[in-house]
């Protein structure tokens, strides 16, 4: 069996051939046979993001930040899918929680 890191690069390279939809597949083989690898959640978000699945995409990208809640990434990446969607409070709220994140991160680091 394929490890997450091998799945991942699999889905990358298909992402940034612009194979979305085989970047899609993909990540959902990733995160299925891995279901707490939150970057295969992340990069599916991204992927549905960019075949404008939105609703798909903040799905995708929620599962990611029930796996890590302090991850600020995931807060920002669910901030540009409400935008996408026009969802401009809920992205507004989020890009606020990720950055609450990354100055409790950076305070805790010095």
């Known amino acids: 069996m394929p490890t997450a890191a091998e799945l991942y690069d699999t889905a990358l390279t298909h992402f940034a051939e612009n194979d979305l939809q085989a970047a899609v597949n993909a990540f959902k083989k990733l995160t299925h ?18 075949l404008s699945l939105y609703d798909e995409a903040i799905e995708a990208v929620q599962k990611a ?3 890590n809640p302090k991850d600020p990434l995931a807060y920002t990446s669910l901030s540009v899918c409400y935008q996408r969607k026009g969802m ?15 100055m409790e991160t950076s305070h805790s680091s010095t």
Do not use: N
């Open 33 to 50: 046979t891995y279901p707490d690898y939150i970057e295969g959640f992340l990069g599916l978000g991204h992927a549905y993001e960019r």
């Open 65 to 67: 930040i029930e796996i």
């Open 88 to 102: 401009i409070q809920e992205a507004e709220d989020a890009m606020a929680k990720s950055q609450q994140l990354q």
